[in-house]
C-alpha cells in the first residue's frame, strides 16, 4: 500500500523578486532524466553504513525530505526498508507514486513543508540530500526545520544532510553554471545549473542561481528557465545554528559518500555532508 497525505504549506519563500525554484521542480520527468547520474546505489549504502557506524545497528525507518523524484527513497525501498517520502512539491509526490508502484515497492508519501511537518510515528533515520537544505534561506528557517525534524527521529536517531563543499562559495564550480544533456528513451534533457553573474550576496549570504531545461521530445521542443537561491553554510555557522536550535549534537563531517574521507581542502572531498545526532532530552530553547 502506498499512502498519500497533504499537510498544509507555508507561503512560497521569496528573496525580493526571486523565488525558490518551484517552477523548475513541476517537471519530476525532466529532473529524473538530468539529474540521473549520481550513484544512487552506492550513495545509499553509504547512508546506511554511516548509520551502523555511528549507531552499530540498522536503521528501522527512514525519511527523506525533499525527496524530489525519490532516487535514494525508491532504492532504500526496494532493499526492504521502511520508507517516508517528503516534499512540498505535488507534481514530486505524484511521479514518486506512480514509481513506487510500477516497482512493486511499499512506501508512505508526504506533501509537506520541511520546516512543518509531522510523521505518525517518528524515524531512526532523516536524510536531506542534493543540497535541498539549502532552500532554508534564513536563520529562522533552519532553526524552525531541525526543530521539526528532530520532532521526528526516535532517540539517538541520525540525520544526514548533504551540502555544498564550503570551498564553493569562493570560487569554486557552483559559481560557474555548467550545461550537460541527458538522454532517456527519445527525452532530451539539456540543463543548465550554477551562479548567476550576481554571484554570491556577503550581507545575506544568499548565492541566486540558474536553472534551465532544453527539453526534446521527439518532434517537440520546449525551454524552462528560473532563477532562486540557495543560502552558503559554512561548517563553523552550520554547528552554531544547530547548537541555536537544540535537541542535536553534530557528530561528523564527511567530504564524500565515504566514512574514509572527512571534509577537507582535498580534491576527493567535493561535499559536505553532516551528521547530526538526535540528543535524549527535549531541547530547552
Not at 569562493?170 to 553554471?177: I, M, T
Request: glycine letters at 8%; aromatic letters at 10%.
Amino acid at each position: 500500500m502506498i499512502e498519500v497525505q497533504f499537510l498544509n504549506q507555508r507561503a512560497d519563500t521569496s528573496v525580493g523578486t526571486v523565488t525558490t525554484h518551484r517552477e523548475f521542480y513541476r517537471y519530476p520527468q525532466y529532473y529524473e532524466v538530468a539529474f540521473g547520474y549520481r550513484d544512487v546505489a552506492a550513495e545509499v549504502d553509504f547512508l546506511l553504513q554511516c548509520f551502523r557506524h555511528h549507531r552499530g545497528r540498522d536503521p528501522v525507518s527512514i525519511l527523506e525530505i525533499a525527496c524530489g523524484v525519490g532516487y535514494h527513497t525508491l532504492e532504500l525501498a526496494q532493499r526492504g526498508y521502511p520508507v517516508v517520502a517528503l516534499d512540498r512539491q505535488p507534481e514530486m509526490i505524484a511521479y514518486l507514486h506512480n514509481k513506487a508502484q510500477s516497482h512493486g515497492v511499499k512506501m508512505e508519501l508526504l506533501v509537506a513543508d520541511m520546516c512543518s511537518f509531522e510523521l505518525e510515528r517518528p524515524v531512526d533515520l532523516a536524510l536531506n540530500l542534493l543540497t535541498s537544505f539549502q532552500y532554508l534561506l534564513t536563520n529562522e528557517d533552519i532553526v524552525a526545520h531541525l526543530r521539526t525534524t528532530y520532532r521526528n527521529l526516535t532517540p539517538g536517531g541520525l540525520y544526514i544532510l548533504e551540502l555544498n563543499h564550503p570551498r564553493e562559495y569562493f570560487g569554486g564550480p557552483l559559481l560557474h553554471p555548467i550545461r550537460w544533456t541527458a538522454v532517456q528513451g527519445n527525452l532530451e534533457v539539456e540543463a543548465i545549473w550554477g551562479a548567476t553573474d550576481r554571484g554570491l550576496d556577503p550581507m545575506t549570504e544568499l548565492v541566486e542561481i540558474e536553472a534551465a531545461y532544453h527539453v526534446r521530445e521527439g518532434a517537440e521542443e520546449r525551454d524552462l528557465e528560473e532563477r532562486g537561491c540557495l543560502r552558503m553554510l559554512l561548517p563553523g555557522e552550520l554547528e552554531a545554528l544547530v547548537d541555536l536550535a537544540g535537541g542535536f549534537e553534530v557528530e561528523a563531517f564527511y567530504g564524500d559518500f565515504d566514512l574514509a574521507q572527512p571534509l577537507d581542502a582535498s580534491e576527493r572531498s567535493w561535499r559536505m555532508l553532516v551528521v547530526l545526532g538526535r540528543q535524549e532530552n527535549e531541547p530547552t530553547r
